[in-house]
C-alpha cells in the first residue's frame, strides 16, 4: 500500500488540476443521466452522488427536471410549468432531532483541561454545528467537523462529504489514514491532511507542505451506520432524492395538464363568416345559418386526469414515508385533535428507535471532538492534562393534550422526579438563566401567594365577625 500522504496527494492533485477535474452535472439533466449518476461507481461519481444530494437539500431542483422530447436549454429555462418540492429537506430535517432541543455536557477530568475545553465548546454554537452535522450525516452518509486555530482559540465547522476525499485504514475502514478536504467549492483548492503532515495544493500544484505535530487528522466524523467494508456509507439522500426527482417530474407534468387540458374551452359553431369575431361579456355573436345546420356555443370539456394524478402524487408521498419509517401523521395537517399520548407514542415509534441509535453515534463524536479541541489547545496553549465529556440527551417531548400533561407534571411532581422552577423552566426556557433564578421567582411566588392566602383568611374572618354582630 502507497504512503497515505502520498495518495491523498495525488487525489488533491488530480482533483484540482484545471485539466483533470471532472465536469460537473449540469442543469437539465435526463432521466437516464440521474439514473447514470447514481449508479455509476468510484469516488468522483460518489462526491458528484453527494453534490447532488446536497443540492436537492437546499432547494436546488429546478436544474435536475428531465428535458422534454426536442428541448434545448433556452426552451428549458422558458418553461412556464416547472415545479418542485423540497421533500429532500423536510424527510431529512424530521429525522434529524437529536439536537433541537440543547444537550447537557458534563467535562471532568484534569481543571485546567476542563476549563479550557468548557472555554473552547462555549465561544463555538456546538449544539447548531452539531444540527447541521446530524442533517449532512442523514443525508449524505457522512459528515464531519473541522476544527483550526484562528486568532488565538480553536475554531470549529461542518464539513460535507461531497468536499471530502479520504484514505481509510484497511484494517479499520472507519479510521482516516488520510484526509483531502476541499476548501474551495469549485475544487481549486484542497488540504491534505496525515496524522504528522499538512500540504496545501492549488490548481494542480502544491503550494505548501509542512509537519503540523498534532498526532491525527483535525477532523472528527460521524456515520450514518457504522462502516463495513468502506469508510463510504449511503444516507438517506440515496433513496430519498431519487424519489424526490420523480416526484416533481410528476408534479410538473400534473402542472402542464392542468395549464393545457384542465378547463373547457369554448367551441363557436358557425358564426357569421362575414363578422369579425369578438368574444366578450358586452358583445353577442350572431349566427347566419340555413336549414337544420348546427350553430350556437358549446364548452367543451377534456378527460383530464387530474383527480388520478394527484392520487398518484399521494401514493408517491405515502410510499416515500413508509420506506424511510416515518409515520404519515408527521406530515398531516388534519391530525386529530382526540389523539392519546399513548396513540402518538405508538405512531412516533420508530422515528424514537432511529433517535437512540443516533444518540450511540452522536456521544462517540462529541468525544472525539473534545479530544480534537484538547489536543489543539495541548499544542497552541501548552495545556496539560486530559479531559472526558458526558453527554445528556433530553427526552423527546409528544404531543399530549392539556389533561394529559397535568396529570404527568402531578405525578413526576408528587413522586421527585421534578421540581416546579424545572417545569417552569421548560415552559418557558428564555425567562430564566438557570434553575437557581427560576427557583428564586418560584419562591417569591410562593411567597406572594401565602401573604394573599393570610389577607384573605383576615377578611373572610372580619365579614364573618360583622355579620354576626349585625345578626345579635
Not at 306 to 318: K, P, T, V
Not at 396 to 404: D, G
Request: glycine share 6%; hydrophobic share 40%; charged share 20%.
Amino acid at each position: 500500500m502507497p504512503d497515505p500522504f502520498t495518495a491523498a496527494l495525488s487525489i488533491a492533485l488530480e482533483i484540482t488540476s484545471p485539466y483533470g477535474a471532472p465536469a460537473s452535472f449540469g442543469p437539465g439533466a435526463s432521466a437516464a443521466d440521474l439514473f447514470a449518476l447514481c449508479t455509476d461507481t468510484g469516488d468522483t461519481a460518489r462526491r458528484r452522488r453527494a453534490q447532488m444530494q446536497w443540492d436537492f437539500y437546499r432547494g436546488e431542483q429546478l436544474r435536475y427536471l428531465p428535458r422534454q422530447p426536442g428541448e434545448n436549454h433556452a426552451d428549458f429555462a422558458r418553461r412556464p410549468h416547472r415545479h418542485f418540492m423540497n421533500l429532500t429537506r423536510v424527510l431529512v430535517d424530521i429525522l434529524s432531532q437529536l439536537y433541537r432541543v440543547p444537550v447537557t455536557r458534563n467535562i471532568t477530568g484534569d481543571d485546567r483541561a476542563t476549563e479550557r475545553i468548557r472555554a473552547t465548546l462555549a465561544r463555538n454554537p456546538l449544539d447548531l454545528l452539531l444540527l447541521h452535522a446530524d442533517r449532512l450525516c442523514r443525508l449524505q452518509g457522512v459528515a464531519a467537523i473541522g476544527a483550526s486555530w484562528q486568532d488565538g482559540r480553536c475554531a470549529l465547522w461542518p464539513w460535507p462529504a461531497h468536499r471530502l476525499c479520504v484514505v481509510p485504514d484497511p484494517d479499520w475502514p472507519a479510521r482516516p489514514l488520510a484526509v483531502v478536504a476541499l476548501a474551495a467549492g469549485d475544487g481549486s483548492l484542497a488540504q491534505v491532511w496525515t496524522p504528522d503532515r499538512f500540504a496545501s495544493v492549488s490548481h494542480g500544484r502544491v503550494v505548501e507542505e509542512a509537519d503540523h505535530g498534532l498526532g491525527r487528522v483535525p477532523f472528527a466524523f460521524v456515520h450514518d451506520r457504522p462502516p463495513v467494508d468502506d469508510f463510504w456509507v449511503e444516507g438517506r439522500g440515496a433513496s430519498i432524492v431519487p424519489a424526490n426527482a420523480e416526484f416533481n417530474q410528476k408534479l410538473t407534468e400534473m402542472a402542464q395538464t392542468v395549464s393545457l387540458q384542465g378547463f373547457g374551452v369554448m367551441e363557436i359553431v358557425n358564426p357569421d363568416p362575414g363578422q369579425p369575431l369578438v368574444v366578450s361579456p358586452s358583445r353577442a355573436i350572431q349566427f347566419r345559418v340555413a336549414g337544420d345546420q348546427p350553430y350556437g356555443v358549446n364548452f367543451k370539456s377534456p378527460n383530464a386526469p387530474i383527480a388520478g394524478l394527484i392520487a398518484d402524487l399521494e401514493f408517491h408521498l405515502r410510499t416515500l414515508l413508509k420506506s424511510q419509517r416515518i409515520p404519515e401523521s408527521v406530515l398531516s395537517v388534519h391530525a386529530g385533535t382526540t389523539a392519546s399520548g399513548v396513540s402518538i407514542l405508538a405512531q412516533n415509534s420508530p422515528v424514537l428507535e432511529d433517535r437512540q441509535e443516533r444518540q450511540l453515534a452522536f456521544r462517540a463524536l462529541e468525544s472525539d471532538l473534545a479530544g480534537l479541541c484538547l489536543t489543539l489547545l495541548r499544542q497552541h496553549e501548552g495545556v496539560s492534562g486530559h479531559a472526558e465529556l458526558a453527554v445528556d440527551y433530553p427526552e423527546p417531548s409528544l404531543e399530549q393534550s392539556a389533561t394529559e400533561r397535568m396529570a404527568v407534571d402531578d405525578w413526576r411532581l408528587r413522586h421527585g422526579l421534578v421540581t416546579p422552577w424545572q417545569l417552569m423552566r421548560r415552559d418557558d426556557p428564555d425567562a430564566f438563566a438557570s434553575d437557581e433564578e427560576a427557583r428564586a421567582v418560584w419562591q417569591a411566588n410562593v411567597r406572594e401567594l401565602q401573604v394573599r392566602s393570610r389577607e384573605s383568611a383576615v377578611r373572610s374572618n372580619s365579614e364573618g365577625n360583622n355579620h354576626s354582630a349585625g345578626s345579635s
